[in-house]
């Protein structure tokens, strides 16, 4: 029997990948150049994700790799143009974060909105992001993942909310 809770999207396996890629570059990258050490680690291992994802998908003609950025943080996503999905990645102790802490939550909600529906109530500033794409997202999923060093893998969960902040449906697997 299906289930319903359980997501279900194409690309799954394709984005673990690059993610997975991405992480392993920055490892080498970051212990090569020494950067453990500059203050602001946090921030340069997303310029990295980014960028790797970024020439990962740079020829694929089907995803747009973009960011949102504020003050402190950035935020990467995907949009796959055939499927009119948006993917927002983030690691996986960043979202439990925004839940618990309630910090950021105004991002996540807004872009749950999407899985509404209702575009109407997202912020401007998160809008205008949205209209720099060819069309309006039919729904938003959000990637989680938590990448070991060790293993070189990670273990991701897309997840789908509404904009209180329930999950409507989710799915969880191991980076190959």
């Known amino acids: ?16 990948k690059c993610i997975n890629r991405s992480q392993i570059k920055n490892n080498r990258l970051f212990k090569e150049n020494n950067f453990e050490l500059m203050i602001g680690k946090g921030h340069l291992v997303w310029n990295y994700i980014y960028s790797n994802l970024k020439h990962t998908f740079r020829n694929n003609n089907k995803f747009t790799v973009n960011y949102i950025q504020n003050y402190s943080w950035k935020q990467i996503y995907l949009y796959n143009k055939f499927e009119k999905e948006l993917y927002i990645i983030m690691k996986e102790n960043t979202f439990i974060d925004i839940i618990k802490g309630k910090k950021k939550q105004h991002l996540i909600a807004a872009l749950a909105n999407i899985n509404d ?10 809008k205008d992001e949205l209209l720099k794409l060819d069309e309006v997202p039919k729904r938003s999923i959000i990637i989680t993942f938590n990448y070991d060093e060790n293993l070189k893998k990670g273990k991701y969960k897309a997840i789908r909310i509404t904009p209180n902040l329930v999950e409507i449906e989710s799915d969880e697997w191991n980076g190959k």
Request: aromatic share 12%.
């Open 1 to 16: 029997m299906k289930d319903p809770t359980k997501l279900k999207f194409k690309e799954k396996d394709y984005i673990a």
């Open 117 to 126: 529906g209702d575009i109407e109530n997202i912020p401007k500033r998160y």
